[in-house]
């Protein structure tokens, strides 16, 4: 995507150094950060310095590149592996992180080369499919659709174009007109911080709204549809997805408006029955307590938000379950969530 009239991908590799938008700093400054080292970029991952499950699925197939590049001749298959656990503790949730290190892993056992050949190749094919998602999504959105999206599953999420945000794009160059709500997303504020900058490059109307305030703007009828990412699809259809997820695909439910989830092929997990046995990440309870942004002189600052003394829990994620879904986006088109497991006997 453009910012400031150049072309970006959100993670990319150059020689043996990744280089990412940094998105721990957006809205507030555009930077990029170079990742010299595999276990740079695990950290970068993260710390999420780049985030979303098609861009960390991107860095991690890159570190696993990288991995290859770095591992001795005398212990180059020991390295590999140990690259390779590395890369998969850094984020537990994202389907695309293990799938593209687990690919890269098996085109570095061919050698260094191979490694990188591959790694380049899936962020190709993710923003490929994203483009794609645009393309079959765009088609569910009218004139005037007023759209109520969670998190960022825009193009900084992924390589390009985005999953949730790409039909968005696609429509707003078919000259509709629409209309995006983009809830903040508490605690790190990826819809207020990441897909408001977004929609606003994009020039796409759009409004950041508190998190509780969903269910009240469809009970008015304001959101005809919704569209979020994924970030793993259970066997059966569940999805995984920022926490949050949850609630406003039941009050879509309730309100008889409908859901959509926009994800890549490869986020489908074919292991993994059902949404029970997805793996929720837990973060840091800082995240809650705390906010940081510029105060009105521009000068950052990190406060605090709660009591002192209480302490918080922090899931990054939750499970909405396939009967609430109405449908999900993908590079093929659009699938109903039972139809998963037709899918998963294709590829
Ligand atoms: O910001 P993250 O990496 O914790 O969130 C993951 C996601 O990107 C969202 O859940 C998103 O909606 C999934 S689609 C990329």
């Given at each position: 995507m453009q910012v400031n009239h150049k072309h970006y991908r959100t993670v990319w590799m150059e020689g043996s150094a990744v280089f990412m938008i940094d998105q721990n700093l957006l809205p507030f400054e555009f930077s990029l950060f170079k990742s010299v080292s595999c276990s740079d970029t695990c950290i970068a991952i993260k710390d999420m310095t780049t985030r979303g499950a098609g861009a960390i699925g991107a860095a991690a197939g890159f570190a696993m590149a990288q991995g290859a590049l770095e591992a001795p001749a005398h212990k180059y298959a020991e390295a590999l592996l140990e690259a390779k656990k590395t890369i998969e503790q850094t984020r537990p949730t994202a389907n695309d992180l293990f799938f593209a290190v687990n690919e890269v892993y098996k085109a570095a056992c061919i050698n260094s080369d191979e490694a990188v050949k591959k790694a380049m190749e899936l962020a190709d094919t993710n923003a490929t499919a994203c483009r794609q998602i645009g393309e079959h999504g765009s088609k569910l959105l009218q004139n005037h659709t007023r759209i109520a999206t969670h998190c960022n599953a825009g193009w900084l999420a992924f390589v390009?174009?985005?999953?949730?945000?790409s039909p968005v794009y696609v429509a707003k160059q078919q000259n509709k007109n629409i209309f995006v709500y983009a809830d903040e997303t508490r605690p790190r504020s990826q819809g207020g911080r990441l897909t408001g900058w977004e929609l606003y490059n994009e020039n796409i109307d759009h409004a950041i709204i508190p998190d509780n305030a969903t269910a009240w703007l469809m009970k008015k009828g304001e959101i005809d549809l919704v569209i979020t990412g994924a970030d793993r699809i259970a066997a059966n259809g569940d999805v995984a997805n920022k926490i949050g997820t949850l609630e406003k695909a039941i009050a879509a439910k309730y309100y008889g408006i409908p859901f959509y989830v926009a994800a890549p092929l490869s986020t489908i997990d074919k292991n993994t029955p059902t949404g029970e046995k997805i793996t929720i990440e837990e973060r840091n309870a800082d995240e809650v307590h705390y906010a940081t942004g510029p105060d009105p002189e521009g000068k950052m600052r990190t406060i605090r938000l709660t009591n002192p003394n209480s302490n918080a829990c922090n899931p990054a994620f939750d499970v909405t379950p396939a009967e609430l879904i109405t449908g999900i986006i993908t590079e093929k088109g659009v699938i109903h969530p039972t139809d998963i497991k037709d899918i998963i006997l294709i590829h």
């Open positions: 390009d174009y985005g999953s949730a945000l």
